[in-house]
């Protein structure tokens, strides 16, 4: 993967889904029995909002190979987090079976995104230091 012409984060592919999908969980989750809003709910968009910040983050730190790697890192923590929320939020029978289905893959997209990423750092990482500098 190259850099390309993409200037901020939000021109990331990963960025766009990772942030479409969170909308989807805040919509969603609207719905959720008042009991369960500061359980399952808070928690579930808290993580899911999380992943978008973490690469806005990680974006900003791409001077540094060791940063950008450890805030990547910390999307891929959120993001298995908000699939864990996600199965929850099926088996409870708050969220339907579908969309829930439908949200897990796309976390499963956003996590092979994020692999690649990490995988591929050094082609993302400017200016002088592209070595393991924190």
């Not at 500061?38 to 540094?64: N, T």
């Not at 976390?107 to 994020?114: K, R, S």
Request: proline content about 1%.
């Amino acid at each position: 993967m190259n850099r390309g012409f993409i200037e901020q984060h939000r021109e990331l592919q990963v960025y766009q889904v990772a942030f479409a999908s969170a909308m989807q969980i805040f919509q969603s989750s609207q719905a959720f029995p008042e009991e369960e809003w500061e359980l399952l709910r808070r928690q579930m968009v808290r993580s899911s909002r999380s992943v978008c910040a973490s690469i806005a983050e990680a974006w900003q730190k791409r001077r540094f190979r060791k940063a950008f790697v450890a805030k990547l890192n910390e999307a891929e923590a959120e993001a298995a987090e908000t699939q864990t929320w996600i199965e929850f939020a099926v088996r409870c029978g708050y969220l339907d079976r579908e969309e829930g289905q439908e949200l897990f893959q796309r976390y499963v997209e956003i996590l092979a995104a994020l692999a690649r990423l990490i995988e591929q750092a050094d082609a993302w990482v400017i200016g002088r230091t592209k070595q393991d500098e924190a």
